[in-house]
């Protein structure tokens, strides 16, 4: 699914030090907006950024040439390193194509981004293609790329080990995630140390690309993309971190946008400290959802006095004191534990998944809970982690310090005590960042557009519908729609949404205003 790891935000997070990973950082979601049935990563939110309007000219834009690879059709648009200095030299971004199935009432070309940040769209079509309507299928070139620093497109990477492992341990087990929530100066201290050790990493690994990765370099290369496919203006559909990346290229080329629809919405708007709150807060409601069905049904984990927060947090904390045995040299701590949470809150479908895996740590097995945290954190492309992080802590400034991150995480453990906290101090690796954020939090208008469709669920986890609400108020033509749902991206679950979404990318008929759909 989409949008956010937790390594900031849990809409994009930051990442992992040396010999251990952060476990918790994200803006928007953790996952990657991807199907259900996919394995993307999650997604993390961003604010709005500022861009120059005096930047140097580029270098011309060549036609996508496209060879065969499986399945689908394969191909890469080269866009400059730094849009400032354009003479440095470029990069390669690489795309992924499925041919509109007709042809002769082909309008364009439909392009995706699955969430993140550090989604590899390539690796994403397959799955969109089992979920996109057959008529867009029919209408629409379907493409997706792998952004900047993901992947296939100058990878940012932070170990040896970053090419399809999260842990920078060169053993065939990874080592123990940090404790994503320090309750002692020690611990704290621990957490910190383990960032910059890894951003230090960072910086030694990658530190060409690392101040080029952030979502305004690529809401630039997506005008470049737009133009390499032969469009005049971009059809576009993100889930999740998606959002933002879409937002921002409106706000910068509103004019070059035929079509777009935001679906599991950000607000580009937001400081970080606020998306902490407003976060955490959605993810600790949908939290008290799973406790109270795991109440009423038959659940699978069974702890003394009921499912609750307290019943939770005392299982955390007994995995600080003994961490539970897992099998294959690999344990459950309280990081795997949180990762965990964020694994199997995302959709409904999974809280069973999750009930188990409480259920079997409690009882003294870790496999399941260490499972979940794997697909958390490695989903999505083969540098999930790294390019998240990368990507987060240049679109979401921190201040304040460690000082700045225990009064944010008292204050947000105030209405989510379980996620507050976690989310907070999730925020510590771009705290230490090497490299300063290149976006401004800030309202996006996208003055001159045509409509925005803009997708919100009531309960999504990871993207506070409030989020949807706000982005479409502050657009200038923001068409808003509610899911009445409790997942994360509306369109995989909705097929009033999908209907809806479909009208208006192939006809640009417009929802009636106030759409609520409750499929």
């Not at 953790?30 to 961003?46: D, E, F, K, M």
């Amino acid at each position: 699914m989409v949008l956010i790891l937790v390594s900031a935000l849990v809409l994009g997070a930051c990442g992992p030090a040396a010999g251990g990973r952060s476990a918790t950082g994200a803006t928007g979601s953790s996952r990657t907006s991807s199907p259900p049935t996919s394995t993307t990563a999650r997604t993390r939110s961003a604010a709005t950024t500022t861009t120059s309007t005096t930047l140097p000219p580029e270098p011309p834009v060549t036609p996508v040439q496209w060879t065969s690879c499986g399945a689908v059709l394969c191909g890469t648009v080269a866009v400059p390193l730094d849009y400032a200095q354009p003479q440095q030299g470029t990069i390669q971004i690489a795309l992924a194509m499925h041919r509109a199935t007709d042809p002769a009432q082909r309008i364009g070309s439909l392009v995706i981004n699955p969430g993140g940040p550090g989604g590899s769209g390539v690796n994403d079509l397959p799955a969109e293609l089992g979920v996109l309507t057959p008529e867009l299928l029919a209408r629409f070139d379907i493409v997706e790329f792998d952004p900047r620093g993901v992947e296939r497109s100058s990878p940012v990477l932070c170990s040896a080990a970053s090419s399809g492992s999260t842990s920078s341990s060169t053993s065939s087990a990874p080592g123990p995630l940090p404790d994503p929530v320090p309750s002692t100066p020690a611990a704290q201290l621990a957490l910190v140390t383990n960032d910059e050790d890894y951003a230090a990493q960072c910086k030694a690994m990658s530190g060409k690309v690392l101040p080029f990765v952030g979502t305004v370099d690529t809401a630039r290369d997506l005008d470049r993309i737009r133009q390499a496919l032969g469009d005049a203006q971009l059809t576009f559909f993100g889930h999740s971190y998606g959002t933002l990346l879409g937002a921002t290229y409106a706000e910068m080329y509103p004019t070059h946008v035929r079509a777009m629809v935001l679906d599991g919405a950000i607000d580009p708007a937001m400081s970080t400290e606020q998306m902490v709150n407003e976060q955490s807060e959605s993810f600790e409601a949908v939290l008290d959802d799973f406790f109270a069905w795991c109440a009423s049904s038959g659940c699978a984990w069974r702890p003394a006095g009921g499912p609750s927060a307290t019943a939770l947090l005392a299982l955390i904390d007994q995995s600080r004191q003994a961490r539970i045995p897992a099998g294959a040299g690999r344990s459950a701590g309280p990081g795997e534990l949180y990762y965990a949470l964020l694994d199997g809150l995302y959709a409904r479908s999974d809280w069973s998944t999750l009930a188990d895996a409480l259920a079997g740590a409690s009882a003294g097995n870790g496999a399941r809970v260490v499972g979940m945290e794997t697909t958390y954190t490695t989903s999505g492309s083969t540098n999930a982690v790294d390019a998240e992080t990368a990507i987060d802590c240049l679109d979401h400034p921190v201040s304040g310090g460690v000082s700045g991150l225990r009064t944010l995480a008292a204050q947000a453990a105030v209405q989510a005590p379980v996620f507050g906290p976690l989310l907070a101090w999730g925020e510590a690796t771009c705290a230490v960042w090497p490299v300063p954020a290149t976006r401004t939090p800030q309202a996006t208008t996208a003055v001159g557009s045509p409509p925005i469709l803009v997708v919100g669920a009531t309960k999504d986890p990871a993207t506070p519908y409030v989020w949807a609400q706000r982005l479409a108020s502050e657009l200038q033509r923001g068409e808003l729609v509610t899911w009445q749902g409790e997942n994360h991206v509306a369109y995989y679950y909705s097929p009033c949404v999908r209907a809806l979404d479909q009208a208006y990318f192939v006809a640009g008929t417009l929802p009636a205003p106030g759409t609520v759909c409750t499929d």
